[in-house]
């Protein structure tokens, strides 16, 4: 079910309830990767949620969109804790009390925004287990950017000191795309070779990615993921290292990612207090899927 809430500032902030009953099951809130909004799942993994008995009576999984990607109305100059203190008013709506633990899952861009909320001093409170999936590190740590192509690392280089380059940039990026959707979704993988076989083999995953990078682009939302790439350039206004060890953090990542490296997963595993790192050595981003 998409529905949105009216946060205290006007702002509409969408979200989709994949649960059959708001009343059953943990709630695990789910932070899409970028460009993307609250339709980053494929077919298969939703399908999972309705038929797997263990999840749908166990589990209840709300996908929650960022400030100007999707239907969301965006915030001028939002920062990673900004997006936390957005998800602890979305909370009251969701919740069954007002001390109901939740989870929640960050998926490659979405992994920041997942983290930010466990070093908030009040919402992490609330929060069971993060996991991060092929997230991003802090741009702070060492060989942050080690095995990353090229193009990628200036591209942090670049959105760190001047977004309105990056944005112009993407919307370059943004219009191949929107002329040949499917040929330019499969070429953005190019660069990791175990990715760009990956998508080539699964359709649907091919389908997840270039559906959701059209539903951003048409609505000029490069600018929006220009932000957010300066953000996760930039300090992210918290350290990894001071998250409380009452949450609980589970970091998945590929040995052959090539977009969020593994020396970022690495990190994040040996620095968050609470950290246990999980490593595929056989795929790159898509561990995920």
């Not at 200036?154 to 959105?159: E, K, P, Q, V």
């Not at 990542?253 to 970022?264: E, F, N, Q, R, S």
Request: charged share 25%; aromatic share 14%; glycine share 6%.
């Amino acid at each position: 079910m998409d529905a949105f809430v009216i946060l205290s500032d006007g702002r509409k902030l969408f979200y989709i309830d994949y649960s059959d009953n708001e009343q059953c099951g943990h709630l695990v809130l789910y932070f899409h990767g970028t460009p993307g909004y609250r339709h980053f799942l494929s077919n298969k993994q939703v399908e999972i949620l309705h038929t797997n008995e263990l999840f749908a009576k166990n589990i209840r999984l709300v996908s929650v969109e960022r400030p100007g990607f999707g239907d969301s109305d965006d915030k001028s100059g939002r920062s990673l804790m900004d997006y936390a203190e957005d998800i602890l008013e979305l909370l009251p709506h969701l919740c069954r009390s007002s001390d109901e633990m939740i989870s929640i899952i960050g998926y490659s861009a979405g992994g920041p925004f997942a983290l930010a909320c466990a070093a908030h001093p009040i919402l992490s409170k609330r929060i069971k287990s993060i996991t991060v999936v092929s997230s991003l590190g802090p741009r702070e740590q060492p060989d942050s950017t080690e095995n990353m192509p090229i193009k990628y690392r200036f591209g942090f280089w670049l959105s760190k000191y001047w977004v309105r380059a990056t944005a112009w940039i993407l919307g370059l990026e943004a219009s191949n795309l929107m002329r040949n959707p499917e040929r330019e979704t499969i070429e953005s993988w190019k660069d990791s070779s175990e990715d760009y076989k990956y998508i080539q083999k699964n359709e649907e995953v091919m389908q997840t990615f270039m559906q959701n990078a059209i539903y951003v682009y048409e609505r000029g939302q490069y600018w929006t993921e220009a932000w957010e790439y300066h953000l996760f350039a930039s300090y992210w206004g918290f350290r990894v290292e001071d998250i409380s060890s009452s949450v609980r953090v589970h970091v998945f990542y590929g040995l052959k990612d090539t977009h969020c490296v593994p020396a970022m997963g690495k990190y994040l595993g040996k620095a968050i207090p609470s950290a246990r790192e999980y490593e595929s050595a056989e795929l790159g981003h898509m561990v995920f899927f």
